[in-house]
């Protein structure tokens, strides 16, 4: 394993900027600044806490600066950054082995251990963050691709143009020139042979599930050869590790993500028409799949027809924090720097956190029994309905690239597989997928997004397929979703604090559901939408939860809509959602749905961006400084957050490790997709003035994120709804 880290490493001394390309290169100008370590207190005379015993070293992480050790617990504890990830991705400017003597030097016998001493061992020893990566020209870039022209509203057709031309800020490459190896100097990263497309800011490597919505938007956008660049590296990988890693990290080499390169493959060939890579592509796919089958694999004996299904589940083995969240982890498990647990139960929870990373729902109440307590983590000993989806996709789509003898083995695969999910994780009694408890051998009972991704990946149960009641039943969520809020799908609809539940919504999962309602036959999809009370029409436990619980949807300054009956419905009058677009005669409700879902996912994209400084030359001016001053947006140009809210659509949305991102790769990929998709159903979002909210509680996130519950507040009247509209229109419906 050293010599897999030591190939991979990278980067010495860098400057503080990124080269400027000359503007006919058509390359970006970027400059990357480096966070300045400092106290986090600001107190210069302040001391090291008392550090626990170190965990064990990790047979997978073997470096003595990146990876669990002596080093990487100290720096971690003097809490120099305010992101702990920016420790693990500064390279060194020295050789490791000076790096070393330099720690020991500084930190032999002194204790307790001066803050400044870190300090200053830091700054001395470290370069920049995300230095090693340069902005790289975009190989076939158009500035109006064709998927504009299915875009009929000219402000969303130059909102969407310009974030097509987003990916210009996005794309990366390898530095060479300042590329380590492992003598001179020591990096994290784990270099590619490909340009990619970064998420953005903290992100700033190639990850993986995010790689999936990032295609989707490059081919929509006609960038097939990013597009092919990025399987290309993710093919380099499989060959290397024997699997894709979470991200291009060294610190990510003992867990994946969820596994979309075949989804990713199987697209890009679909678009392009490009079979020449799958010469290389297919006998990787099958090792990939293979790799799933041997590490994350499990057979569970259904309690209900006592048959034995093999079945996949995320399971990390770690037993030490993670290097880029470490100090998260430490004092989770060490509270108050205090060893209150035995060395196995610290091994537990710590698999178990790094676990969550995996599943890419970092973290969930789905995870927690419903709580917010992530010592109550269980996700290795989940079946999760997401995943398997995945996988049972995943070996259809590989039959079908591979075909000859490999085809019936795969197709043999999925089948069973599809058994398992339909036994395990469909309820026919609440209409829903749900997780699987493998200690409990029973469903858990809350319902999370992950239900529709069965769907999406083409299993429908046959109660869905036999009665238009029972399928609307299913979605019947979405339903609710649309009607009493003003936002996207939430991944639950408890309010925990965890950024993978309410009130976040996150872009990967509209794109989920809204495949998932196009996969309905029209048998059972064509009867017009029901108008009773939301929630009455959700079956009975469906949600695992009851009305009062959910989340509240506000509609005025310091009021939230009533959470019970019709009343509670504030976004739906008759046969139209607010920011749902328009309804047409004889429009099922499937249809209904997926169009209302696919504005909704338009207006937040929209208005969040319009909230932070976007504008467009000619067609839309900037908001006044009075308005963004709200969100502290004044010399702002407009975010695309990696996430949003389901009660203000003017807002990022919140909760987890860290703050808000803005880039951001999947959302402009799930955005581009939606225009290319729905572009002639999409209507101009009426987004809520922000002076109206002013005055209401908000607080901000770098880069002009706004946090206020009532930014996006519906302002109640008795005849529907009334937005005063960011663009100085007034919509009354």
């Not at 599930?209 to 006609?222: H, K, P, Q, T």
């Given at each position: 394993?050293?010599?897999?880290?030591?190939?991979?490493?990278?980067?010495?001394?860098?400057?503080?900027?990124?080269?400027?390309?000359?503007?006919?290169?058509?390359?970006?100008?970027?400059?990357?600044t480096?966070?300045?370590?400092?106290?986090?207190?600001?107190d210069?005379?302040?001391k090291?806490?008392?550090?626990?015993?170190?965990?064990?070293?990790?047979?997978?992480?073997p470096?003595e600066?990146?990876?669990?050790?002596?080093?990487?617990q100290?720096?971690?504890?003097?809490?120099?950054?305010?992101?702990?990830?920016?420790?693990?991705?500064?390279?060194?400017?020295?050789?490791?082995?000076?790096?070393?003597?330099?720690?020991?030097?500084?930190?032999q016998?002194?204790?307790?251990?001066?803050?400044?001493?870190?300090?200053?061992?830091?700054e001395?020893?470290?370069?920049?963050?995300?230095?090693?990566?340069?902005?790289?020209?975009?190989?076939?870039?158009?500035?109006?691709?064709s998927?504009?022209?299915?875009?009929?509203?000219?402000?969303?057709?130059?909102?969407?143009?310009?974030?097509?031309?987003?990916?210009?800020?996005?794309?990366?490459?390898?530095?060479?020139?300042?590329?380590?190896d492992?003598?001179?100097?020591?990096?994290?990263?784990?270099?590619?042979?490909?340009?990619?497309?970064v998420?953005?800011?903290?992100?700033?490597?190639?990850?993986y599930?995010?790689?999936?919505?990032?295609?989707?938007?490059?081919?929509?956008?006609?960038l097939?050869?990013?597009?092919?660049?990025?399987?290309?590296?993710?093919?380099?990988?499989?060959?290397?590790?024997?699997?894709?890693p979470?991200?291009?990290?060294?610190?990510?080499?003992n867990?994946?993500?969820?596994?979309?390169f075949i989804?990713?493959?199987?697209?890009?060939?679909?678009?392009?028409?490009?079979?020449?890579?799958?010469?290389?592509?297919?006998?990787?796919a099958k090792?990939?799949?293979?790799?799933?089958?041997?590490?994350?694999?499990?057979?569970?004996?259904?309690?209900?027809?006592?048959?034995?299904?093999?079945v996949?589940?995320?399971?990390?083995?770690?037993?030490?924090?993670?290097?880029?969240?470490?100090?998260?982890?430490?004092?989770l498990?060490?509270?108050?720097?205090?060893?209150?647990?035995?060395?196995?139960?610290?091994?537990?929870?710590?698999?178990?956190?790094?676990?969550?990373?995996?599943?890419?729902?970092?973290?969930?109440?789905?995870w927690m029994?419903?709580?917010?307590?992530?010592?109550?983590?269980?996700?290795?000993?989940?079946?999760?309905?997401d995943?398997?989806?995945?996988?049972?996709?995943?070996h259809v789509?590989?039959?079908d690239?591979?075909?000859?003898?490999?085809?019936?083995?795969?197709?043999?695969?999925?089948?069973?597989?599809?058994?398992g999910i339909?036994?395990?994780?469909?309820?026919?009694?609440?209409?829903?997928?749900?997780?699987?408890?493998?200690?409990?051998?029973?469903q858990?009972?809350?319902?999370?997004?992950?239900?529709?991704?069965?769907?999406?990946?083409?299993?429908?149960?046959?109660?869905v397929?036999?009665?238009?009641?029972?399928?609307f039943g299913?979605?019947?969520?979405?339903?609710?979703?649309?009607?009493?809020?003003n936002g996207?799908?939430?991944?639950?609809?408890?309010?925990?604090?965890?950024?993978?539940?309410?009130?976040?919504?996150?872009?990967?999962?509209?794109?989920?559901?809204?495949?998932?309602?196009?996969?309905?036959?029209?048998?059972?999809?064509?009867?017009?939408?029901?108008?009773?009370?939301?929630?009455?029409?959700?079956?009975?436990?469906?949600?695992?939860?009851?009305?009062?619980?959910?989340?509240?949807?506000?509609?005025a300054?310091?009021?939230?809509?009533?959470?019970?009956?019709?009343?509670?419905?504030?976004s739906?009058?008759?046969?139209?959602?607010?920011?749902?677009?328009?309804?047409t005669?004889?429009?099922?409700?499937?249809?209904?749905?997926e169009?209302a879902?696919?504005?909704?996912?338009t207006?937040?994209?929209?208005?969040?961006?319009?909230?932070?400084?976007?504008?467009?030359?000619?067609?839309?001016?900037?908001?006044?400084?009075?308005?963004?001053?709200?969100?502290?947006?004044?010399?702002?140009?407009?975010?695309?957050?990696?996430?949003?809210?389901?009660t203000?659509?003017?807002?990022?949305?919140?909760?987890?490790?860290?703050?808000?991102?803005?880039?951001?790769?999947?959302?402009?990929?799930?955005?581009?997709?939606v225009?290319?998709?729905?572009?002639?159903?999409?209507?101009?979002?009426?987004?809520?003035?922000?002076?109206?909210?002013?005055?209401?509680?908000?607080?901000?996130?770098?880069?002009?994120?706004?946090?206020?519950?009532?930014?996006?507040?519906?302002?109640?009247?008795?005849?529907?709804?009334m937005?005063?509209?960011?663009?100085?229109?007034?919509?009354?419906?």
């Open positions: 394993m050293w010599k897999v880290l030591a190939y991979f490493a990278a980067l010495s001394g860098l400057a503080t900027a990124l080269p400027q390309a000359a503007s006919s290169s058509g390359v970006p100008s970027i400059t990357v480096t966070a300045v370590a400092q106290p986090s207190n600001g210069l005379d302040a090291l806490p008392k550090q626990v015993a170190l965990p064990p070293k990790q047979d997978w992480c470096s600066i990146f990876c669990a050790g002596a080093l990487l100290t720096v971690h504890l003097a809490t120099l950054f305010a992101d702990p990830k920016t420790v693990v991705d500064k390279p060194t400017s020295k050789p490791p082995s000076v790096v070393l003597a330099d720690f020991n030097n500084a930190t016998g002194v204790d307790p251990l001066p803050v400044t001493t870190v300090l200053k061992f830091e001395s020893d470290f370069s920049g963050e995300g230095q090693e990566l340069i902005p790289t020209e975009l190989e076939g870039y158009k500035d109006s691709p998927f504009l022209g299915n875009v009929s509203d000219p402000i969303l057709k130059g909102f969407s143009q310009a974030v097509h031309s987003y990916w210009n800020d996005l794309v990366r490459t390898i530095n060479q020139t300042t590329l380590c492992g003598s001179k100097c020591e990096s994290s990263l784990i270099p590619l042979n490909h340009t990619f497309v998420p953005g800011q903290r992100f700033r490597e190639q990850y599930w995010d790689s999936f919505w990032i295609v989707e938007g490059l081919l929509v956008s006609e097939f050869s990013v597009a092919k660049s990025t399987l290309q590296n993710f093919m380099d990988e499989i060959e290397r590790f024997g699997f894709i979470n991200g291009g990290r060294i610190y990510y080499l867990r994946s993500q969820p596994p979309l989804q990713m493959l199987a697209r890009y060939v679909e678009v392009s028409g490009d079979k020449s890579i799958l010469d290389r592509a297919v006998p990787l090792k990939e799949l293979a790799w799933w089958k041997e590490h994350r694999s499990i057979n569970i004996t259904s309690p209900t027809s006592n048959l034995t299904h093999l996949y589940r995320f399971n990390v083995n770690n037993s030490a924090p993670r290097p880029e969240s470490y100090l998260q982890d430490y004092n498990v060490n509270p108050k720097g205090q060893e209150v647990l035995t060395e196995d139960q610290r091994s537990q929870l710590y698999a178990e956190l790094a676990t969550g990373a995996e599943s890419g729902w970092d973290y969930s109440s789905r029994d419903g709580a917010a307590d992530l010592t109550k983590l269980r996700i290795r000993g989940t079946i999760p309905v995943l398997n989806a995945i996988l049972y996709r995943a789509l590989l039959a690239l591979a075909g000859g003898s490999d085809a019936s083995d795969l197709k043999s695969a999925a089948a069973d597989l599809k058994s339909l036994d395990l994780l469909w309820n026919p009694t609440k209409l829903a997928f749900y997780d699987f408890d493998i200690n409990r051998a029973t858990n009972s809350q319902l999370t997004v992950a239900s529709f991704y069965p769907a999406w990946a083409g299993i429908l149960p046959p109660e397929l036999q009665s238009s009641d029972k399928a299913y979605f019947s969520s979405v339903n609710l979703l649309l009607s009493r809020f996207t799908f939430p991944p639950t609809f408890l309010e925990t604090g965890q950024q993978w539940d309410a009130p976040s919504a996150w872009p990967p999962h509209q794109y989920i559901v809204l495949k998932a309602l196009a996969a309905l036959p029209s048998n059972v999809s064509n009867s017009p939408l029901p108008t009773n009370a939301s929630f009455s029409l959700v079956p009975t436990g469906q949600l695992g939860l009851e009305e009062a619980s959910l989340p509240g949807q506000p509609v300054a310091g009021k939230n809509a009533t959470k019970s009956g019709a009343q509670a419905d504030v739906r009058s008759g046969a139209t959602f607010l920011n749902g677009g328009n309804a005669d004889g429009e099922g409700w499937a249809k209904t749905l169009r879902l696919a504005n909704r996912y207006t937040s994209a929209f208005c969040s961006w319009r909230a932070t400084g976007g504008s467009l030359p000619d067609v839309l001016p900037k908001l006044s400084n009075e308005e963004l001053n709200v969100t502290q947006s004044i010399n702002n140009t407009g975010n695309m957050f990696e996430k949003f809210s389901v203000d659509v003017n807002s990022a949305g919140r909760g987890g490790e860290y703050t808000v991102q803005a880039g951001f790769g999947w959302t402009n990929g799930v955005l581009l997709w225009a290319s998709t729905y572009g002639k159903e999409l209507v101009l979002p009426s987004c809520p003035n922000l002076l109206t909210t002013k005055d209401i509680e908000s607080s901000t996130s770098g880069g002009g994120s706004t946090k206020s519950n009532a930014a996006g507040a519906l302002v109640f009247s008795q005849m529907g709804w937005v005063v509209l960011g663009v100085g229109l007034t919509l009354i419906c």
